[in-house]
């Protein structure tokens, strides 16, 4: 079975609001593919025509080469994620899963084995009215795992996971895909997926905007600013400047750098006798490079009339200028990561889960 | 105190119950399918009750004419004094009797036949048709002496009688019944009746021995004429051959006759040298007895009076005597209205618990008491809304189809029929809060519904559409809140016709209000219970 | 903003790939393969089903409640009615026994809608679907168990009834020196009344899977059955004037038509025949059925 999904020029309208407006992409094998975009860019609704949910107006969405509504046993096909709370609270986790096992003619053993690959051990037997937000994505994950299917689609998985629930989740994709899955996992937060897809589709208005290699799209939205902290800015300034940088003061103890390596602007400094505590190359985060990228496309926007894009919708926006510094208090990635935690600090970026990793 | 200030503005009710109520109709109005479901309630009523009153097609054929159907065959009723129809058919042997005055009687005999002849509206002769009758009274055949306003049917008048077999009464304006002395009249236990007459005011009198009288009673006739008719009457209702003994089951109806012998006839305040002219009252093309049975016959002072016929209020059912309607049938409507209320009103308190919005309801409100009674109090404002207008309407046009169609629609005082449609709305609105309650107890949707639909419409159907014997129904609407829907009954089941009142036939064992006050009661007991509930639960 | 040389320690990152759930080599992936049980992949959908149901709580309380409601509404008119001596009873005490299956039938309506509007209310439909991509299927394979379910409560509740006619009706005067034979089911039309009440239920249980597709709010949908069952002997009772019309809803009603397979006395007088009321009854859950089936395969999830 091939292990691909393939989405074609989908088009999709729910009354007067076009959901998919020529949606096309493709999650290889052996590669965890992030689908990003804001609410309503259309990626739930990709994801339930991929699973014949909805049906599109017009394109194709093959998974491993055929039409998902065409595939005896599908879970063996593909697995899902959409909406960890989809389920009946009375009954238990476990029973949940022997449903669906039974449905793909599988056994009470199989339901055991996901039980414990996804950690939900003794909450199994509980009823699934009671589990936390992380308990149930993790009873979603297992029920996508349930047939070992080569293809997986998960719809925000991190929604909801404490910080333990998030590193797992990673780690759980990248060895999803290691073993050859096409894994598509689909965010709103750009930072949850930075360490953890390899290639990233961003979408926008039903409309796919970027789809390149997680790495690609960083290197285009990177600058290469090299900020330098030294006791002696005045000095360094200088030394640099005459090696032809642009050199600004960003703050006390603080110079940008433009024009230079980080390795060069070390030897000039080191030969210029200018003592200095630290030499970043500063990149881009996926979130300035998604923040240039749906500049057009954000479907919703807090303050309409400044230049920023709301990121994600509702909450009010910082300037998403990438020299600017690390991103504000209000960009809205809670679950982004901030970087090096006094950086962050400095900024007033909270300090978020992984920011000690 | 510093002057900043970051306060809400401040609150006029202080209250609060009033902020609760706006906030639950802010919650209530902004559920697109709660408003649909209640205007659905209010459009099912309407639309069922027409499927049921617009279908009738009353066909008939006056003798000699060709078949007619629809308002042509609307039968002509005499309305009472009170403003009730009435049937006033009877023999009526009489004189005139001036103002003061008085009648004096004994009634040696009292026997009748029935059956043979069909119903009274059928083509043929009761009272010609002798062949293929059978001896025997009805109940409440009755025969007497009578001081009538006039001749003309619905007129007032007084009444000393004896009956079938509910002794001597004293009986006035049709609705009225006094009962005198017990038992049987036979030649061996004759009755003596005496009627007197001193202006307005007539007094009734009965004796066992023509010398020692008991009065029975006094009736006042307001607006009485100077000389009115006066006399002898025998009169005998239609023979029910009701197989009642099951709810559901069908009674036969035919025409009866009663006769009775009358001697030591006094007249007192006659006319002198007046004779005694008998005639039928109430016949006619259209009348309910359109072919008059009777006569009289007098042999010295012993005069023998034969009729048919009755005396008394018209009722529906088994013991009409042509097609009619009451308003309530063109209520049967709001039964459907009643689903669609409950199910909402179920929905109202369900869905807090589906997603969890009982917890920012309460965190809003924390008195949770207050919640669920302005959560009653929205559902039964809009349920009774909902209800009023339907009923409004399908009272309207039902009322208007039915007469339309030929159908006689008895008619009831103005404050009856506010009673009637403002108490079906209150129904629906004493249902709706039955059924917050019940959801808010068992806080799942499917079960609420089921519930509150089978706890209110299951015991109807049992009591008024089932094999399920009279007894039976009549304890299930005293007793479950079905018993509610007694408000709807606009004629009392008048003792004295003999008529099967049983659910089927829309009679209710319990009067009105107070079988509404037993489904209050059941909603006031699940309201008090889901609250307690409420408060002790975690949310 | 992430400093070149975090980014550079990628290998920071892959640290948890070796700590992720599923231990990895080709080995172990061959050890966790799902092994498939062998059987026909017609009955996957209806084991599905079938354990979706059996494993809610709610259902056994269900079943518990179709068997009580019946049985006890039964009881309860068997003690109502009496047939006292030198009276003429025209009881069909046939019928009389299984006046319960009024309530019953309420109790089954909430069972199959539940089974369905559950699944839409919790939005797990999506997670069904997914599982069992042909709906036709799953939808029969729905209604194949619910209405399994439903016909075993019912025959239980129906003996019931049964045991409950023969142990009452005697001493209530219904003796078979006055004409009433203890119920048996050695007795065609007695046989009849009661096998078709349980049939009569499944029909019911049928109709409410129908209709709960097709409507999918659980309180707007067992509302809906509820009315169509209730409605009709009330409309109909008020229709005495209109005997047409009164004949048209006794005879294509659900719930009166499909009643009408208990009665063992007066069939001529009938509107519809027992079978054939029967039939309309199984004709309006083909066609909610139908039309429920319709509505899966067009309707988005």
Known sequence: ?357 | ?539 | MRPASEVAGRSATQAPRQGAGEQGDEGSRRHLAPRRRAGNSLLLAPHAEWTKLRTVPGTGWLLAGIVAATVAVSVLALAATRCPAGVACPADTARLSLTGVQAGQAVVAVLAVLAVSSEYSTGMIRVTLAAMPRRAELLAAKAAVVTGLVLAAGTAAVAGCLLAGRLLLPGHGFTAARGFPLLSLGDGAVLRAFAGSVLYLGLIGLLSVGLSVLIRDPGAAIGTVLGLLYLAPIVAAVLGASPVWQHRVERYAPAMAGLVIQDTTGLHGLPVGPWGGLGVLAAWAGAALLAGGLALRWRDA
Request: contains cysteine.
């Open chain 1, 1 to 357: 079975m091939n292990a691909t999904i393939e989405v074609r020029e989908l088009r999709k309208r729910y009354g007067p609001v076009l959901a998919l407006d020529g949606m096309t992409f493709t999650a290889a094998a052996g590669q965890v593919t992030g689908f990003v975009g804001p609410n309503g860019a259309g990626k739930s609704t990709t994801m339930r025509i991929l699973l014949g949910l909805d049906t599109a107006e017009a394109g194709s969405a093959l998974i491993g080469g055929s039409r998902y509504a065409r595939l005896r046993r599908p879970l063996s096909h593909a697995g899902a994620l959409l909406d960890a709370g989809a389920l009946q609270p009375s009954r238990t986790g476990r029973h949940h899963l022997l449903w669906l096992a039974h449905s793909q003619g599988l056994g009470v053993r199989r339901v055991d084995e996901v039980i414990a690959l996804t950690g939900l051990g003794g909450a199994a037997r509980r009823r699934a009215g009671g589990y936390s937000l992380g308990m149930r994505q993790r009873l979603g994950i297992a029920a996508a795992l349930l047939g070992d299917p080569p293809v997986l689609l998960l719809d925000e998985p991190f929604n909801g996971l404490d910080p333990e629930g998030i590193v797992w989740m990673r780690g759980f994709l990248r060895g999803l895909a290691a073993r050859g899955r096409a894994v598509l996992v689909s965010s709103h937060l750009m930072g949850e997926l930075q360490d953890t897809a390899d290639h990233l589709v961003v979408v926008g208005r039903g409309r796919v905007i970027a789809d390149a290699s997680t790495a690609g799209l960083l290197a285009a939205a990177s600058g290469d600013q090299v900020t330098v902290r030294t006791a002696a800015p005045a000095a360094a300034m200088a030394v640099l400047a005459r090696a032809g940088a642009a050199v600004t003061e960003a703050g006390p103890g603080t110079v940008t750098v433009a024009g230079l390596a980080a390795e060069r602007i070390t030897a000039l400094l080191g030969a210029g006798g200018v003592t200095f505590a630290e030499v970043t190359a500063r990149r881009a985060t996926l979130e300035e490079a998604y923040l240039e990228l749906t500049r057009d496309a954000a479907e919703f926007r807090a303050d309409p009339a400044g230049a920023a894009g709301a990121w994600p919708a509702g909450e009010r926006a910082a300037p998403p200028d990438p020299g600017s510094g690390p991103a504000g208090p209000g960009t809205g990635f809670p679950g982004g990561p901030a970087g090096a935690g006094s950086r962050a600090q400095e900024a007033g970026a909270p300090v978020t889960p992984e920011a000690g990793r």
């Open chain 2, 1 to 539: 105190m510093t002057a900043v200030t970051d306060r809400a503005p401040a609150r006029p009710d202080r209250d609060g119950f009033g902020q609760l109520l706006h906030a639950e109709w802010t919650k209530f109005r902004t559920v697109r399918g709660w408003v649909i479901g209640m205007i659905v309630a209010a459009l099912a009523s309407i639309l069922v009750g027409l499927l049921a009153a617009g279908s009738a097609n009353i066909g008939c054929r006056p003798p000699g004419g060709p078949v007619r159907t629809g308002r042509a065959c609307l039968p002509a009723i005499p309305v009472g004094p009170g403003g009730e129809a009435v049937t006033d058919s009877f023999y009526f042997v009489r004189q005139q009797l001036a103002r003061h005055g008085s009648i004096t009687v004994r009634i040696s005999g009292l026997s009748g036949r029935y059956g043979g002849g069909g119903g009274p509206a059928g083509a043929s002769a009761a009272g010609g048709g002798a062949a293929g009758m059978t001896p025997g009274l009805q109940p409440w055949s009755k025969a007497g002496i009578i001081i009538a306003a006039s001749t003309r049917p619905g007129a007032a008048y007084a009444a000393m009688m004896a009956t079938g077999r509910h002794g001597v009464r004293l009986q006035w304006d049709y609705t009225h019944d006094t009962a005198g002395l017990p038992g049987a009249v036979s030649a061996a236990a004759p009755r003596w009746l005496r009627l007197t007459r001193s202006g307005d005011t007539l007094t009734g009198y009965d004796s066992a021995d023509g010398a020692h009288w008991t009065q029975v009673g006094t009736v006042t006739l307001p607006g009485l004429a100077g000389t009115v008719p006066a006399g002898l009457f025998a009169a005998s209702p239609l023979h029910l051959d009701t197989t009642a003994f099951f709810g559901g089951s069908r009674g036969q109806s035919s025409g009866s006759e009663a006769t009775a012998v009358f001697d030591h006839v006094v007249l007192r305040g006659g006319q002198p040298g007046a004779r005694w002219t008998g005639g039928f009252i109430g016949g006619g093309q259209r009348a309910p007895y359109p072919l008059p049975a009777g006569g009289y016959r007098q042999a010295g002072d012993v005069l023998t009076v034969t009729g048919s016929g009755d005396i008394a209020p018209d009722v529906t059912g088994a013991g009409s005597t042509f097609p009619s309607t009451v308003i309530e049938d063109h209520l049967v409507g709001i039964f459907a209205g009643l689903i669609a209320v409950v199910v909402v009103a179920a929905m109202f308190m369900t869905a807090e618990y589906r997603r969890g919005l009982i917890r920012i309801t309460l965190a809003a409100s924390p008195r949770r008491g207050r919640v669920l009674a302005a959560k009653a109090v929205i559902v039964g404002g809009t349920a009774f809304a909902a209800g009023l207008v339907a009923s409004i309407i399908s009272v309207t046009i039902g009322t208007r189809l039915a007469s339309a169609q030929g159908m006689y629609v008895l008619p009831v005082s103005l404050l009856t029929q506010i009673r009637v449609v403002a108490g079906t709305a209150a129904l629906l609105a004493v249902a709706a809060v039955l059924a917050l309650a019940i959801g808010a107890l068992l806080r799942r949707t499917a079960a609420a519904v089921a519930v509150g639909i089978v706890v209110i419409v299951l015991p109807f159907i049992l009591g008024v559409a089932s094999v399920l014997p009279a007894g039976a129904a009549e304890w299930l609407l005293r007793l479950t809140p079905a018993a509610g829907f007694a408000i709807q009954q606009s004629l009392p089941a008048y003792a004295q016709v003999g008529a099967p009142y049983s659910p089927a036939g829309g009679y209710y064992p319990l009067a009105p209000w107070a079988g509404f006050a037993v489904l209050c009661g059941y909603a006031a007991l699940a309201l008090t219970l889901a609250i307690v509930l409420l408060r002790r639960r975690d949310a």
